[in-house]
């Protein structure tokens, strides 16, 4: 490792004025460019020094508009200002079309870009000194946001501690203030900072710049690489990037250590809006440093682009991100818009009185209510369907394996708000684990084995634990990862691989040390209160990378509640949950519940005899099965036995739910268990209970349908348009386009017919549930008010006191989602597109990312793929858009009857067949093997990947699996 006078030493270079960078560097407009002398604070004579910045004031000026503040840019190591260029320019748009002006000064630090070559060593204060120097003489008024990135988000930290009067806000991106004693720095500093290679690879050669641009994802354009290039051309101009790498304050010894420490304990009394956005693919500050960030300025919104790395500015669109935070600030609506409701304020206050008083505000109960109440109950509480036979555990047994295990973790150490993620399949052991978690306010991180191992480790990276539960899959792919946490198993190991795992401790000794603690007199923690998070459940990633989804303690309750409401699930229910969220609910409700014995991650495995065991070992009363699960034990009802008939005919209601359902599937179905009612509820991972419909009402909902649909965003006095039965999609008109280029609704009614195959009716709200629909306009998105007008298309809203309290560490996802102008209340985007009926009945027409939007209009999927499923010869089928959209084609991809051996265009026949059911125009017909699913549900058919794959193949690329 370096020292002091090696770093001084690198530093040491041939002094430069101040430069203007040449002109045509990509995205760099000239005029931003300035060069400004600024005196050297605490220096001996008049030490003077050139700064190059660039500056949008000017050009503020010339619109004749007043900033309403600065956002003060500070790059790190080895970019300069042209990092900000994106910012400079959005900035600057945005002014000129009337929203709220920002000044932008963007710094090139001293020895770095084309600011002045010094000549000398500038450690970390001397650069904290040098921005404060350069703002005093700028005469910079505030109110001024900081930006910083790498080095620079110290420095803007910095100088953020230092000037209170003038701060108001805070934004970072990747960047570090604190390093942990005794923890390495990250690989590629250590390799950089080597004895022998720091010169050669900083200085000497632009290696360390070359590999800093080759971090960004996608690759830079060669343009763009040249901007980056432009300063450090020669040796003698990268100096600086050299000293900055010997800056690193790796030993408590370095000169830069007290001051590093000083602004990151400063941090910590910041309370001013403060913003992370952040790149998980980063090599060189990782999810730990964000941790840190987060645990000294707790009140920062956080949001990890997923799939960028450390060159954020580059990987994302931190600009718009960047402006509509301040855009909330300046207007208030981010403290309206995440009001909680009413409710929940009460519970907070009271919650200050005592748990018992806020779950009384609550109008429910805990979550281990009746673990409590049946301690004493040696009634079945659970049942794990093993291999061997099955395993009984009733409530006595679960309720005191949850104390100890809640006691053992406690004196470990876990505290209220640690993470604990689950690896450990549905079982006993997983149903105690999350009872105790919850039960001393840890926060359980629920990512099952359905997301895949990819996705699974994308959401335990993410979440970042404090510490890991799994049982050996789970703690071998922890330990391949790299997943974050201390280990704890549900079994034994042999000693080399315990500690080839990392294994501190195992269940057993958890129960064990806890009973101790119990019999020592020791008190498990105060009750967690309702508006304290107990969860992070993650999404099916069906859209996209799987999203954590942060509930409350109230909220989880509430979700218990609504199946109670809607089911009778409750005191003496026994249910068979072939999903394995539901089957954790069933201690919380009172239940006794089974999983029956299946593969968690191949829904498929279930089979019908399978569930007729769960049935029967728990006289189940309410059996949930997800639609995937539900075709394999349709195929395989005919190993059942009278024994097996026997135990099903005592269901009383079956719920399938998850992806859409057919209702001749629903119908075999509820033959297996013919004194169930049949439900499939309508729900998401945000959500868990929105809508229910039972098989009659399925049955209804489609003989019912023969009114038009209208699908414009504006009423127009309750007329609709003749139904046109050549087009029955549900369609948007196109749009016309405005003289500055934006895309406006054609000003008329438009309407066609909803068929029968028209979407999926999901039913009615449940009893706690309100639902709402925004319409689309011609580009289809969903600008419409919320509204309960029948027969209008839109993205669906909910709310519920079940719905999720907030994404996590995915600010602007979570702002997107939230709806509603109405304060106090909750509204919840679910990106789902439909419509409800003069019934009140809801219709799921598909996704709001799956829109199709072409010349003639908008068009929603599940409609023309319900009407090509009719054919004989087609088994599924996904109907995409190919091109730009406003002029996107539609193409039909199927799966056949027999399944097709390969990829291909569908015969003439074929082809003309689907094009007759949609009745609309079809650019292509493709035939694949099968559809891309999600691995959760293995229903959710992937139309946005199938739309990519379609566009290559229609554009002559190869037949490659999709």
């Known amino acids: 490792m370096t020292d002091t006078r090696t770093s001084r030493r690198l530093s040491r270079t041939v002094s430069a004025p101040a430069a203007l960078p040449p002109v045509g560097l990509a995205g760099l407009d000239p005029e931003?460019?300035?060069?400004?002398?600024?005196?050297?604070?605490?220096?001996?004579?008049?030490l003077r020094h050139g700064w190059h910045l660039l500056d949008n004031g000017p050009q503020l000026d010339a619109l004749g508009v007043i900033a309403v503040g600065t956002i003060l840019c500070v790059h790190g190591n080895p970019t300069w200002s042209y990092l900000w260029r994106s910012l400079l320019s959005s900035a600057t748009d945005a002014a000129a079309s009337g929203a709220p002006a920002w000044r932008v000064i963007a710094v090139d630090q001293l020895d770095m870009g084309f600011s002045e070559r010094t000549g000398g060593f500038r450690p970390l204060a001397r650069r904290v000194q040098d921005l404060g120097d350069l703002t005093d003489a700028l005469d910079l008024?505030?109110?001024?946001?900081?930006?910083?990135?790498?080095?620079g988000g110290v420095v803007s930290l910095g100088w953020a501690v230092d000037h209170p009067e003038l701060l108001a806000g805070v934004m970072l991106l990747n960047t570090a203030v604190h390093q942990c004693a005794g923890v390495p720095i990250p690989a590629p500093l250590r390799l950089a900072l080597g004895r022998g290679i720091l010169g050669p690879a900083t200085v000497a050669t632009p290696a360390f710049l070359a590999t800093t641009l080759a971090l960004a994802h996608p690759s830079l354009s060669n343009e763009v690489k040249r901007g980056y290039r432009a300063p450090y051309l020669t040796s003698a101009r990268r100096g600086g990037i050299g000293g900055f790498v010997a800056d690193i304050p790796v030993a408590l010894s370095h000169e830069s250590r007290p001051e590093l420490d000083r602004i990151a304990e400063g941090a910590r009394a910041?309370?001013?809006?403060?913003?992370?956005l952040w790149g998980p693919r980063d090599p060189i500050f990782s999810d730990r440093y964000l941790d840190d960030l987060v645990e000294r300025m707790p009140h920062a919104q956080v949001h990890r682009f997923e799939g960028a790395g450390h060159l954020l500015a580059e990987d994302a669109d931190y600009a718009a991100a960047a402006l509509l935070w301040l855009g909330d600030a300046v207007s208030g609506s981010e403290a309206a818009s995440s009001a909680a409701p009413l409710s929940l304020v009460e519970l907070a206050e009271t919650a200050r009185g005592g748990s018992q008083a806020a779950w009384e505000v609550a109008g429910t109960h805990p979550l281990w209510y009746y673990l409590d109440e049946l301690q004493c109950s040696d009634e079945i509480a659970l049942v794990d369907m093993q291999p061997a036979a099955p395993r009984t555990v009733s409530w006595r047994l679960l309720s005191r394996r949850v104390r100890?295990?809640?006691?053992?973790?406690?004196?470990?150490?876990?505290k209220p708000g640690d993470r604990v993620s689950l690896l450990v399949p549905p079982s006993a052991d997983l149903t105690a684990v999350l009872y105790a978690c919850v039960r001393i306010g840890a926060i359980v991180v629920v990512a099952d084995a359905g997301l895949g191992l990819p996705g699974l480790t994308r959401a335990v990276r993410g979440a970042r634990p404090d510490c890991v539960i799994g049982a050996a899959p789970g703690l071998m792919a922890a330990r391949a990862l790299g997943w974050p946490g201390r280990k704890i198993s549900t079994a034994r190991f042999p000693a080399p691989m315990a500690a080839l795992l990392s294994i501190e401790h195992t269940l057993a000794?958890?129960?064990?040390?806890?009973?101790?603690?119990?019999?020592a007199g020791d008190a498990l923690p105060t009750e967690p209160a309702p508006t304290d998070a107990a969860a992070v459940l993650f999404t099916s990633g069906s859209t996209g990378p799987a999203k954590g989804v942060v509930y409350t303690h109230g909220q989880l309750s509430a979700v218990s509640n609504a199946l109670f409401l809607q089911y009778g699930v409750g005191v003496g229910t026994g249910l068979v949950a072939g999903f394995a969220p539901f089957a954790l609910l069933g201690p919380a409700l009172g239940a006794r519940s089974v999983t029956p014995d299946m593969d968690v991650t191949a829904p498929k495995t279930l089979t019908a005899t399978a569930v007729a065991a769960a049935v029967a070992a728990i006289d189940a009363t309410v059996v949930f099965l997800s639609p995937a699960a539900l075709v394999n034990v349709v195929a395989t009802a005919g190993a059942l036995t009278p024994t097996d008939h026997a135990a099903l005919a005592g269901v009383q209601r079956f719920l399938s739910a998850g992806a859409p359902i057919s209702e001749s599937l629903l119908t075999q179905a509820a033959a297996l268990m013919p004194q169930a009612t049949?439900?499939?509820?309508?729900?998401?991972?945000?959500?868990?209970?929105?809508?229910?419909?039972?098989?009659?009402?399925?049955?209804?909902?489609?003989?019912?349908?023969?009114?038009?649909?209208?699908?414009?965003?504006a009423a127009h006095d309750g007329e609709l348009a003749p139904s046109a039965a050549s087009k029955p999609e549900t369609v948007v008109p196109a749009s016309s386009t405005s003289g500055d280029g934006e895309t406006a609704p054609i000003a008329m009614p438009t309407a066609t017919t909803v068929n029968p195959a028209g979407g999926v009716c999901v039913g009615a709200s449940t009893q706690t549930t309100r639902i709402?629909?925004?319409?689309?306009?011609?580009?289809?998105?969903?600008?419409?008010?919320?509204?309960?007008?029948?027969?209008?298309?839109?993205?669906?809203?909910?709310?519920?006191?079940?719905?999720?309290?907030?994404?996590?560490?995915?600010w602007l996802t979570e702002r997107a989602s939230r709806r509603g102008a109405v304060p106090g209340e909750r509204w919840h985007r679910t990106g789902d597109v439909g419509h409800l009926d003069s019934a009140g009945r809801l219709w799921v027409e598909g996704r709001m990312p799956h829109v199709i939007v072409t010349a003639d209009g908008?068009?929603?999927?599940?409609?023309?793929?319900?009407?090509?499923?009719?054919?004989p010869d087609v088994a599924r089928a996904a109907f995409i858009g190919v091109g730009p959209v406003g002029t996107q084609q539609q193409v039909a991809v199927i799966e056949t009857v027999p399944p097709a051996s390969r990829m291909h265009r569908a015969s003439v026949s074929l082809a003309a067949a689907v094009r007759s059911a949609v009745g609309s125009p079809v650019a292509a017909v493709l035939v694949v093997p099968g559809l891309p699913t999600d691995i959760r549900h293995n229903s959710k058919i992937d139309r946005s990947r199938l739309s990519r794959w379609a566009t290559g193949i229609l554009s002559g690329g190869r037949w490659v699996k999709p």
Not at 141 to 151: E, K, M, S
């Open 858 to 871: 908008v068009v929603t999927p599940v409609g023309p793929e319900q009407r090509i499923e009719t054919l």
């Open 404 to 414: 100890q295990i809640a006691a053992g973790l406690v004196f470990i150490g876990v």
């Open 141 to 151: 008024a505030g109110p001024v946001i900081t930006l910083g990135h790498d080095w």
């Open 32 to 46: 931003w460019s300035q060069l400004v002398e600024v005196a050297e604070s605490n220096s001996t004579g008049e």
């Open 678 to 713: 049949a439900h499939t509820p309508y729900g998401m991972t945000e959500g868990l209970l929105m809508a229910d419909i039972t098989l009659e009402g399925i049955r209804a909902a489609a003989a019912s349908v023969s009114m038009p649909c209208r699908t414009d965003a």
């Open 509 to 519: 000794e958890l129960t064990r040390l806890g009973q101790a603690r119990l019999d």
């Open 270 to 276: 910041l309370t001013v809006p403060t913003l992370l």
């Open 772 to 810: 709402r629909i925004s319409a689309l306009d011609a580009s289809g998105a969903s600008v419409g008010e919320l509204s309960e007008q029948p027969d209008v298309t839109g993205e669906i809203v909910v709310s519920a006191p079940h719905v999720k309290d907030h994404y996590d560490r995915l």
